[in-house]
């Protein structure tokens, strides 16, 4: 069984201060760990993704993750916030089920503030 | 635009209309999916389909009606909806679900149900 918790259902930042989403994780295997933003009124956009690969995951508008194993934690960083960061974001993991699909768990979602 | 358009944007119904919601993709994907998603709630998996080959029903009431005629378009009929049925409903497409998660999916920009 996988399931993954979002600690913080609201982060509020200043604008060009550090952002930190955080996220742990459940998994009986080796799991792909990913997060996504959505901006109001939007579907649902792939920031980065962690498939067994590099522990560092760089993805799109400066965001980063580390896959820490020994924490079951896949982090959200960015150094400096941005006031078009303000939006939802939702970590998700996703391990093979029995006949090799995935199948993914969405955590609850942490909304981002950005204050100018 | 990501690939993925969902049609209409926005849809009011009274609970005992009959109406459809539109997913189209030309990404060439194989596989297709509709999530529900409720305020405060995590975003809920409906259906999976793979090569038109329905995958996965999440357990879901059956005035929910999923039909994909082809692996571009995905339709899910609506009837006799109740007003806890509102909510943002998502379409999703991936290469293929067995490998398409380790990719990510992408998704479209949802339809926004109002059942009154």
């Known amino acids: 069984a996988q399931s993954v918790t979002q600690l913080d259902s609201h982060v509020s930042v200043s604008e060009g201060t550090p952002v930190l989403l955080r996220c742990n994780y459940s998994s009986s295997y080796s799991p792909s760990l990913f997060w996504y933003v959505q901006h109001p009124n939007k579907g649902l956009q792939l920031l980065l993704k962690?498939?067994?690969?590099?522990?560092l995951v760089k993805g799109i508008n400066g965001f980063e993750a580390e896959f820490k194993k020994s924490e079951t934690s896949f982090h959200l960083t960015k150094p400096s916030a941005h006031m078009s960061d303000a939006a939802e974001y939702f970590c998700v993991v996703s391990d093979p089920r029995t006949g090799g699909s995935y199948i993914p768990t969405f955590g609850r979602g942490t909304s981002l503030i950005v204050h100018p | 635009e990501t690939g993925v358009t969902q049609t209409p944007r926005h849809l009011v119904m009274g609970m005992t209309n009959k109406k459809s919601l539109k997913c189209e993709q030309h990404l060439g994907h194989n596989a297709m999916y509709w999530y529900k998603q409720s305020a405060k709630k995590p975003l809920e998996l409906m259906f999976v389909?793979?090569?038109?080959?329905?995958?996965e029903n999440n357990s879901v009431p059956s005035r929910f009606s999923p039909e994909c005629p082809n692996s571009s378009h995905l339709f899910l009929h609506l009837h006799t909806l109740q007003p806890e049925d509102s909510a943002l409903y998502l379409c999703?497409?991936?290469?293929?679900?067995?490998?398409?998660f380790g990719s990510g999916y992408t998704f479209g920009s949802g339809t926004r149900l109002t059942v009154v």
């Open positions: 389909y793979n090569f038109k080959e329905q995958t």
């Open positions: 962690y498939t067994s690969a590099a522990t």
């Open positions: 999703a497409s991936s290469q293929d679900d067995r490998q398409g």
